[in-house]
């Protein structure tokens, strides 16, 4: 059987195409971000699985979930027909499982359609507002497009930050030099 990601990739084209079309592209986004949050957890999948439900069942149960976890105009929540039929596609091939990575595939195209990436900046300590600043520039700069920054904190870093934006990743750590400086005394 193939993997989610494999599986995810004709949908969240397919979602993608039709968002672009309409110009949609923000709302399917949150409401994908919706669907891989509350479809990440394994309980709403396992109780979708269930032989008892039949597909009307299951979708009146995924767009109540949304309604409740978003709001009612939401578009997995019975808002539009877009949703409705999504939802009926993904229970009908028995896909509803694959949620989270059509999102995260949804996102990717998105963002490369937008020209934009986003960033995830690890650092030992917590970054001032001017940091946060010079790093997303530069980093404007060296890859050519807008940048979405968001930071985190790891103490094992000990010193310096670690970027992850999109394919790059960019360690400048203090970790990683003294694991540098190990690897060639011991050599």
Do not use: H, W
């Amino acid at each position: 059987m193939a993997d989610n990601d494999t599986v995810a990739r004709p949908y969240a084209q397919a979602a993608f195409e039709v968002a672009r079309e309409q110009a949609a592209l923000a709302e399917l986004s949150e409401s994908l971000a919706a669907a891989r949050a509350l479809l990440e957890d394994g309980r709403v999948v396992a109780f979708l699985a269930a032989p008892s439900l039949n597909d009307g069942q299951r979708l009146e149960f995924l767009q109540g979930l949304f309604a409740d976890a978003v709001g009612k105009d939401s578009v997995f929540a019975g808002g539009s027909d877009r949703g409705t039929n999504f939802f009926r596609l993904l229970i009908e091939n028995g896909r509803v499982d694959a949620l989270p990575e059509i999102s995260a595939q949804f996102e990717a195209l998105k963002a490369k359609a937008e020209n934009t990436v986003d960033a995830v900046i690890t650092s030992a300590a917590p970054l001032s507002a001017a940091q946060r600043q010079a790093m997303a520039g530069a980093l404007r700069e060296r890859l050519g497009c807008d940048v979405d920054v968001t930071t985190e904190i790891d103490e094992n870093l000990i010193g310096g930050a670690v970027i992850r934006a999109g394919d790059v990743v960019i360690d400048g750590s203090l970790r990683a030099r003294l694991d540098g400086l190990a690897n060639a005394l011991t050599e």
